[in-house]
């Protein structure tokens, strides 16, 4: 089943906090988009194409909600638009390139730790997985 992103619940612009707790739950779309950066800058298209590899194509992001989510993004901190732009003869000079800002990696460290605790609380209740999960057969 593939899912398609196409709705954004606002990151706050207007907050003031660097306590990444207060960031917390993040909405899919945000979750996925700070999930593509974890491992350096990229323009809007490699986000889009990364977070269709990192859900076996499960989830397609459009243009709208990405760019939206990346405008509410900077405006919160949680990410940075990168200086450095590659060899022009080799990158379009329109792109732009985006990275986790230091309260972006804090935010995105909390999420991951607080979904990780609602699956081990989900598994300590049985629920049952619809698909295994890696190394379980």
Excluded: C, W
Aim: aromatic letters at 4%; charged letters at 35%.
């Amino acid at each position: 089943m593939r899912t398609v992103v196409d709705k954004e619940v606002e990151v706050s612009e207007s907050r003031t906090t660097k306590d990444p707790e207060e960031f917390l739950p993040l909405s899919p779309a945000t979750t996925h988009i700070m999930l593509a950066l974890a491992d350096g800058e990229k323009h809007g298209y490699a986000i889009m194409r990364e977070v269709e590899r990192l859900t076996n194509d499960e989830v397609s992001m459009g243009p709208g909600t990405l760019y939206g989510s990346i405008k509410r993004m900077l405006g919160a901190g949680l990410i940075a638009e990168t200086e450095e732009r590659p060899d022009p003869d080799m990158d379009d000079e329109r792109r732009r390139y985006y990275q986790l800002s230091g309260l972006g990696e804090r935010v995105l460290s909390a999420e991951t730790e607080r979904l990780a605790t609602l699956v081990r609380a989900a598994d300590s209740k049985k629920v049952r997985r619809l698909r295994p999960s890696h190394g379980e057969a």
